[in-house]
């Protein structure tokens, strides 16, 4: 999981593991360089460069290109993230700067290749996306040349995905190489409308677009998220026999990564109940279904952060229920306890429990927390449901394993 950052932000960023703070990466020990304005859009961006730059493109650069974002990627990963990835982000933004001014179509220079077609722009816009993370965390990584307001740069992400494409949806995904630039693109498409919207609430901006102007970024980012799952291949269970892609996807963790941002989001809105309950129950047939949980590449840790998803949408489904029937309740209306509203609230919070209960049974062989997550919204959903329960002696039981996960059941009569 990723560790805090120190600022604070709405929604866990995912594929940026690390949050710690790093040194500064080291000044370039005093080579010839020079000042280059860069064509990737993101404000008054410039890159430090070598003076010698090639004078054409090949194919091998192309090659060389894509190790360059494999190896970023793997920064990104690492432990020491705010180091070792902003040199190799700026590098390939270098690169696909210098692509753009030999070949107003780069994709050109590949053309012979198995290669998506997308591939060039989704290694474009990750670049400027995965700058953009970096950006809102410690803004100080950004040169005195580079935008230090990270929404400059996830709009810049955000042009670079739309006009790749523009004029049609590039539905064609001949190759396995397809599908992979594809999902690639559309998941970090959908992400960098959240996180962008994320860095607008916290400038303010937020509030001036209004929240219907937020809920249509949090449909749109859920379409891009749907149509990546059209392209998120499957692997195979109990064997390697199928070919692999040079930059692999992991199926379950991007999942998990949309469906945290996805649901992060819809917390923040306050929608009619009926609407909410669309928004989360999207998020389970789209993003959440079990068609990763027994492949040979899903591991265990992310079964459970999967279940814990799955439940963390069910309690929320299960809130908007139980919102109805408390209403009801707290006007007298002792027919609200049989209501349609709380017996689907009830059976949301049961199935919300049920797969909290399994994160907590598949980690009981690991060191945990105390106070885990899984074990904090077990035990809301445990009072939750004894709200909802009209049988005295059903209810008191369900409080009573409330506090066994640190719920002060006492002070909620306070």
């Not at 963390?312 to 006007?331: F, M, P, R, V, Y």
Request: with cysteine; glycine share 6%; net charge negative.
């Amino acid at each position: 999981m990723s560790e805090s950052a120190s600022k604070s932000p709405k929604r866990p960023r995912g594929l940026l593991k690390t949050k710690k703070a790093g040194k500064a990466a080291e000044e370039d020990g005093g080579r010839s360089s020079k000042r280059l304005k860069t064509d990737h859009d993101a404000g008054d961006a410039e890159v430090s460069v070598d003076s010698t730059e090639k004078q054409d493109v090949t194919l091998e650069d192309w090659d060389d290109l894509k190790e360059l974002f494999e190896n970023a990627l793997e920064a990104l990963e690492g432990e020491n993230a705010l180091v070792a990835a902003p040199p190799l982000l700026r590098g390939l933004l270098h690169e696909c700067d210098r692509f753009i001014r030999h070949y107003p179509d780069p994709t050109t220079v590949y053309v012979s290749t198995q290669d998506s077609k997308l591939a060039f722009a989704t290694i474009h816009g990750s670049a400027l996306f995965y700058m953009a993370r970096i950006i809102s965390v410690r803004p100080e990584i950004a040169s005195a040349d580079e935008p230090q307001n990270s929404s400059s740069w996830f709009e810049a992400a955000l042009k670079i995905f739309g006009s790749a494409t523009e004029g049609g949806d590039n539905t064609t995904t001949a190759t396995e190489s397809d599908k992979t630039w594809r999902a690639r693109l559309e998941f970090t498409w959908g992400l960098a409308i959240l996180e962008k919207q994320d860095e607008e609430a916290d400038e303010g901006e937020d509030e001036e677009n209004g929240e219907e102007e937020g809920t249509q970024k949090i449909d749109s980012a859920a379409s891009h998220f749907s149509k990546g799952v059209k392209y998120l291949t499957v692997p195979p269970s109990g064997g390697d026999s199928a070919p692999k892609a040079r930059i692999p996807l992991g199926p379950a963790q991007t999942l998990i990564t949309a469906a945290d941002a996805l649901y992060a989001a819809c917390q923040e809105v306050s929608d009619e109940p009926e609407q909410a309950r669309k928004r989360y129950n999207s998020i389970l047939e789209t993003l959440l279904t079990s068609q990763f949980d027994d492949s040979s590449s899903t591991t265990e840790d992310e079964r459970a952060e999967l279940a814990l998803l799955r439940g963390k949408c069910w309690s929320a489904i299960a809130t908007t229920h139980a919102e109805e029937c408390e209403e009801g309740l707290a006007e007298g209306d002792e027919t609200a306890w049989n209501s349609e509203a709380a017996t689907a609230g009830r059976e949301a919070f049961n199935k919300a429990i049920d797969l909290f209960r399994s994160v907590l049974k598949a980690s009981n062989q690991k060191e945990r927390d105390e106070e885990s997550e899984a074990e904090a919204l077990l035990g809301e959903a445990l009072l939750s449901l004894g709200n909802l329960t009209e049988d005295e002696k059903a209810r008191e039981k369900l409080y009573s394993e409330a506090k066994e996960y640190g719920v002060d059941v006492d002070a909620m009569d306070e």
